[in-house]
């Protein structure tokens, strides 16, 4: 399992023109499932994003969590994030979940998520979404579950 986390000031999600789930300070997520991923990613995943330290504290020092920060994530699913560009110029995606694998464990992400604490809103899974993302530093991050980057 793959995430891209950006600290952001906005963010929302468009599917067909209107706006499904938006959030204010805190962090976005874009999460990609691959093919050899299963629940314990999932949970693996949403206790790094939960409790990762991407937010300054009264010395400036990025100390604080999203939990600490009473911030707000919102959760995309992106299988693109399992795209393979070594080769050629098209990307090859054989290595991201199909979705009836992909779809439970973007589920079983938000609710980990929301169990560790973390208010949560999420785009459509398997749908074209318009996601804007209002980055705050810029600050993004790569997390894997399966490696490190």
Known sequence: MRAVVQRIKYAHVEVD????ASVGDGLA???GIGVEDEEADAHYLAGKV???RVFEDDSGR???SV???NGEVLVVSNFTLYGDCRKGRRPS?????PPELAQPLYEAFISALKKEGVKVAHGMFGARMVVRIDNNGPV????DSKRQF
């Open 17 to 20: 023109g209107n706006v499904i």
């Open 29 to 31: 997520v874009l999460l």
């Open 50 to 52: 939960a409790h990762l």
């Open 62 to 64: 990025l100390n604080l």
């Open 67 to 69: 939990l600490d920060t």
């Open 93 to 97: 995606f054989t290595e991201a979940a």
């Open 140 to 143: 993004t991050l790569l997390l």
